[in-house]
């Protein structure tokens, strides 16, 4: 009799923007507790880092994230109004100039990301060629990054079509899909606590740069009856809300019809979509999550032996 063949493990890495850095502590914790994957794809933010993870630079990129203050991230946005908020061109370049940037074929595992046409809405999966270009592509959040053309298409966000792209890993040869959410706990959640008081500067000062661009549109309101005693959101908060109604919708929606064999499930919902500056606690509700997952994925990996 032939020796059972061992199951090929893919880690489907999801949506999230800011709270994405929670997928650097999914890994860490999950290669703790001897769990590796044999291939890798991801949607947006968690493309970024699922790149990072098969080109083998976790370590330093995570260390670059644990550096990164406000005035750090805001250096790396250039705000400009032609197709979103932030053209994504300069994080992009220091990605080229500090990290290698492979050919996806000659990565060390099998690595894919998701972006989505902006004219057909179809759903594309990127598995070759420059590495960068194809981050790049899935993180272009629509009204936030800018689109990106490539191979004659103008490419968005993935997140708005496959937000935890479990049904790739499965495409990708996948036996076992572990999913990680970073949305299940988004909605109903509650106002965030008030940023330090010198980081509110910073962001104050990158959101009247904001202001000077969008002009009246940034200080509009709802309409309708107001009660001046509420506090109602800026354009910029109600666009970021919509999105995480969408993302968290859209995800539920494709997990219910592509269900993964396991959910690795952070609890972000402290943590806001441009909140790169808190690195440290987003990998360590990632660490969280997946100690908690920990007996459900014992389990599923003892009957799969």
Request: neutral net charge; contains cysteine.
């Amino acid at each position: 009799m032939s020796a059972r063949r061992k199951p090929r493990v893919g880690l489907a890495l999801g949506s999230g923007s800011a709270r994405g850095w929670a997928h650097v502590g999914v890994i860490r914790a999950l290669e703790r507790a001897g769990i590796r994957p044999d291939l890798v794809c991801g949607t947006s933010i968690g493309a970024l880092v699922g790149a990072a993870y098969v080109a083998g630079e976790l370590a330093r990129f995570e260390q670059w994230l644990l550096g990164l203050g406000v005035k750090e991230v805001l250096a790396l946005m250039d705000v400009r109004m032609n197709g979103g908020m932030i053209k994504g061109e300069r994080l992009m370049e220091f990605f080229r100039r500090n990290f290698i940037d492979r050919p996806i074929e000659d990565l060390r595992m099998p690595f894919a990301a998701v972006a989505t046409a902006l004219h057909s809405g179809a759903e594309v999966w990127l598995r070759e060629g420059s590495t960068v270009e194809a981050v790049r592509a899935s993180i272009a959040l629509p009204a936030l990054f800018a689109p990106v053309v490539r191979e004659g298409r103008v490419l968005v966000d993935g997140a708005l079509v496959n937000p935890v792209p479990v049904s790739l890993a499965r495409a990708m040869g996948a036996d076992i899909v572990i999913a990680v959410d970073l949305s299940s706990d988004m909605l109903n959640r509650r106002s965030r606590a008030e940023p330090e008081p010198e980081a509110a500067a910073e962001l104050s000062a990158w959101r009247r740069k904001l202001q000077e661009n969008l002009g009246a549109l940034m200080n509009a309101r709802p309409a309708g009856d107001q009660d001046d005693r509420t506090k109602l959101p800026s354009i910029l908060e109600v666009v970021t809300t919509s999105l995480n109604i969408m993302q968290v919708r859209i995800c539920r929606s494709r997990m219910a019809g592509e269900p993964p064999d396991a959910i690795v499930a952070p609890r972000l919902a402290h943590l806001g979509l441009l909140d790169y500056h808190r690195a440290r606690e987003a990998i360590e509700e990632g660490e969280r999550a997946v100690e908690a997952a920990l007996p459900g994925l014992n389990a599923l990996f003892d009957r799969a032996r």
